[in-house]
């Protein structure tokens, strides 16, 4: 599987299920990490990026010398294909956004009459029973582009002031099921749709702190990730993606040695406090001739103070610290910045493209705030890729791990906050 276990000692839940561990033969993997490797020393890197100690970790260790002068064995020296694009290759938005018309936003009323003559609760919602005879082939259109094309689209035109909430989760999630049906869990708990929004609560300083820039990375376990824009920020919060294939290619033009270092699976993933404590795999994969990307910066390195690393268990290396940053650096070099609009459905394959949120600020007086409600999509009718045997296992814990116990499935269609405070509640723990 090109992966292993790690246990130090942890005695939270279990980060896989019972059936998992038998399907996958997990526990043939478990190792226990000598004491040298938790205790040797590791790079100084956090979750906020400093350009600095990138620059002169990179001169370091170029410095040093006997790095690889080629990429590994059997990758390619260049990609090319409708993946590999940079900012100057969009000239219009027109290029990556449909704009639903009046005749779409008919036929979707229509599909929301007919799937609420069901009597099913919003989450029931899928292609059958959400039929869109015209629109409907043009999404599909638009889940081609997603995955076979340059990896990212917007859908543009609904109003979420237009509905009710419980018919505008149905419309959302209804257009979704044509990209893809299945939506994973996306933490412990198992909710379903994750509210990306500030918790209101200005005592903590969690406020100040969520609203900066966060890092390039890719939400780890989802072939699609979708975001639908219920509300804007007053300033900033601009969503920015690049491809992982144009970062690919740079990289093994200039410094081929940084490619073994991300497609070595020895990256200490964090699974903040269940057990096993963590796990390692790759970032990168060479696999069925494409290219696949999946980390999360903070389980990788925590991100105080809302998820702090689990003490005792491995950090980076100095070669893995600066293969991390020199993906986010290159990132900015090519990202694009859509603009961002109220009722936006943005899609993104997350197995070729990274994204990053820069710094913003709500509107405190008139309540006007940046929120976007997550969903984990995967498309099982043949779109997504085939995936190597570490991903396998970590898409199967979140889109077929229907025997979990210990994880439920919820659908949170507003925020869940606190009855007294009205501060949002982060219910379900850290995401996956």
């Not at 409708?82 to 009046?102: C, I």
């Not at 072939?223 to 920020?233: E, I, N, S």
């Not at 705030?369 to 995967?378: I, K, T």
Request: glycine share 8%; hydrophobic share 35%.
């Amino acid at each position: 599987m090109m992966m292993s276990i790690g246990n130090v000692g942890s005695s939270g839940p279990s980060y896989y299920s019972q059936g998992l561990r038998a399907r996958f033969n997990i526990d043939a993997y478990r190792v226990q990490q000598a004491k040298a490797e938790v205790n040797k020393p590791f790079a100084d890197i956090s979750y906020t990026v400093d350009e600095k100690k990138y620059r002169d970790r990179a001169a370091a260790r170029v410095r040093a010398g006997g790095l690889p002068t080629s990429v590994p064995a059997g990758w390619p020296t260049k990609l090319q294909g409708p993946l590999v694009w940079t900012v100057d290759d969009f000239e219009k938005e027109e290029e990556y956004v449909y704009h639903l018309t009046p005749a779409d936003k008919m036929e979707v009323l229509e599909a929301l009459a007919i799937f609420k003559s069901y009597g099913l609760d919003s989450q029931k919602v899928s292609k059958d029973l959400f039929p869109l005879p015209n629109l409907g082939p043009i999404l599909s259109s638009i889940r081609d582009d997603i995955y076979f094309g340059k990896g990212f689209s917007i859908i543009r035109g609904l109003n979420p002031d237009d509905y009710a909430i419980t018919d505008l989760s149905t419309i959302y999630l209804g257009i979704t099921s044509y990209i893809g049906q299945q939506r994973g869990k996306q933490d412990q708990r198992g909710s379903m749709l994750i509210h990306v929004i500030k918790r209101g609560d200005e005592t903590t300083g969690f406020d100040d702190q969520y609203g900066e820039d966060k890092p390039f990375h890719t939400d780890c376990v989802t072939d699609t990730l979708c975001l639908f824009t219920q509300g804007l920020a007053a300033s900033g919060g601009q969503s920015c993606i690049a491809s992982a294939y144009t970062i690919y290619n740079e990289i093994a033009r200039t410094r081929p040695d940084l490619i073994h270092t991300l497609a070595a699976p020895d990256w200490p993933f964090d699974t903040l406090g269940r057990d096993p404590a963590y796990y390692k795999r790759a970032l990168m994969y060479w696999h069925d001739g494409r290219l696949i990307t999946s980390f999360s910066r903070r389980l990788l390195v925590g991100s105080e103070p809302f998820s702090p690393r689990t003490p005792g268990i491995p950090g980076l290396t100095e070669a893995q610290a600066e293969a991390l940053d020199a993906v986010h650096f290159i990132a900015k070099q090519h990202e694009i910045k859509p603009r961002m609009v109220r009722g936006d459905l943005r899609f993104i394959n997350n197995m070729a493209l990274l994204h990053r949120r820069e710094a913003f600020e709500n509107d405190k007086t008139s309540g006007e705030a940046r929120h976007l409600v997550r969903m984990w999509l995967h498309n099982d009718e043949g779109a997504c890729w085939s995936l190597p045997a570490p991903l396998r296992l970590a898409w199967a814990r979140v889109f077929e791990d229907e025997g979990n116990r210990e994880r439920g499935e919820h659908w949170d269609l507003k925020p869940v906050r606190d009855p007294v405070t009205g501060h949002i509640l982060r219910v379900g723990g850290s995401c996956d």
